[in-house]
C-alpha cells in the first residue's frame, strides 16, 4: 500500500501547478457527485415519497370522514324508518288502506294486485301494483303524498307516468307500493 501512495505521489509531483489544480476540482467535483448520488439523492427520494403518501393518507382519511358521515345520516334514516315499522298500530289491509288514500285525493284506482315479495328476516313486504286511468297531475301529486305521509310505511316505487293520447289533459300512471310490517 505504501508503494502505491508513493508512486501517486511522484505523478502527482509532476504535474504542474494548473494541472493540479484542475484535478482537484475534478476530484471535489467527482467526490460531490458521489456524495449526491449515494446519500443526497436517496434522501430527497424518500421525502418526496412519503409527502406523496401523507397526501394520499389525508385523502384517504377525509373521504372516510365523509363516509362516515354518510353513514351515520343513512343508519339515522334507517333507525326512524324501522321504528315507524315496529310502532306500526294500524292493522288495516294494505289494499283497504291505499283505497282510502287514493278517495282522499279524490282519485279512483283503476286495478291493484297484490305481490308476493321474500320475507326478511325481521320485516314482511307487501307489494301492491296499482294502477290509475285519467287523473290528473293534481290527483296523482296528492295521492303520492298521501301515500307517503301516512303513518304506515310505505314505499313507492316504479313509477311510470304516461300521456294519453287521446286526452292531453289526462295520465296514465303506474306505481308499486311496497308496505312493511314488522315479524
Given at each position: ?150 303513518s ?6 316504479g313509477?311510470?307516468i ?22
Amino acid at each position: 500500500m505504501s508503494d502505491l501512495w508513493t508512486r501517486i505521489r511522484a505523478i502527482w509531483d509532476n504535474f504542474s501547478a494548473q494541472e493540479r489544480l484542475l484535478l482537484s476540482t475534478l476530484g471535489v467535483l467527482a467526490g460531490g457527485v458521489l456524495i449526491f448520488i449515494t446519500v443526497i439523492s436517496p434522501i430527497l427520494s424518500a421525502t418526496t415519497s412519503a409527502r406523496a403518501r401523507v397526501e394520499a393518507s389525508e385523502k384517504d382519511f377525509e373521504m372516510m370522514v365523509q363516509l362516515q358521515r354518510e353513514y351515520q345520516t343513512i343508519n339515522a334514516r334507517l333507525a326512524g324508518v324501522e321504528e315507524r315499522i315496529r310502532d306500526n298500530r294500524d292493522k288495516q289491509n294494505t289494499l283497504t288502506l291505499l283505497e282510502s288514500l287514493a278517495g282522499a285525493a279524490n282519485v279512483k284506482i283503476n286495478s291493484m294486485e297484490e305481490r308476493k315479495s321474500p320475507d326478511h328476516e325481521l320485516y314482511r313486504e307487501t307489494r301492491v301494483e296499482v294502477s290509475l286511468k285519467n287523473v290528473s297531475l293534481t290527483q296523482v301529486v296528492s295521492l303520492l303524498h298521501g301515500i307517503e305521509s301516512s303513518s304506515r310505511q310505505f314505499s313507492v316505487k316504479g313509477l311510470r307516468i304516461k300521456t294519453r293520447t287521446d286526452k292531453d289533459d289526462t295520465l296514465e300512471v303506474g306505481f308499486t307500493v311496497s308496505s312493511f310490517e314488522a315479524i
